[in-house]
């Protein structure tokens, strides 16, 4: 199954609509930081925020904040790398674990709940 897919379901912003407010209000779009100050190099989450503390530094004073982190977790192609929504790759893995594993809960609950329900004679 596309997990992607799976991830995107159920949530009723679209992603053009998330697109559009990170980029007209992302507080990154100005400032001195570089593009590599965006993308650290360690993999564990704690070394990855030292390295990425000025772009983290930013993004707490973003508006669209949420959004942008949605963006990642919907987008992971993109969103697997650098910083979004104040979190460095490693925390939105685990964001990402957590979010499919709930929601292969509700579907798995939804289908046997279908599964259980009587069914009509016509
Ligand atoms: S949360 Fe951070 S990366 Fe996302 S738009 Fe705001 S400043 Fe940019």
Request: charged share 20%.
């Amino acid at each position: 199954m596309d997990l992607s897919a799976l991830i995107t379901r159920g949530f009723d912003t679209t992603d053009q609509a998330l697109w559009l407010a990170v980029v007209d209000q992302g507080a990154c779009s100005v400032g001195p930081l570089t593009p590599d100050d965006w993308y650290p190099e360690s993999a564990p989450a704690e070394a990855a925020r030292r390295e990425a503390a000025g772009a983290l530094s930013v993004c707490a004073a973003c508006p669209v904040r949420a959004e942008c982190l949605e963006l990642a977790l919907r987008n992971w192609t993109v969103g697997q790398h650098g910083v979004w929504g104040g979190t460095v790759p490693a925390e939105r893995e685990r964001l990402r674990t957590g979010r499919v594993a709930q929601l292969t809960r509700v579907l798995s609950r939804n289908r046997n709940a279908e599964l259980a329900a009587p069914r009509g004679t016509c």
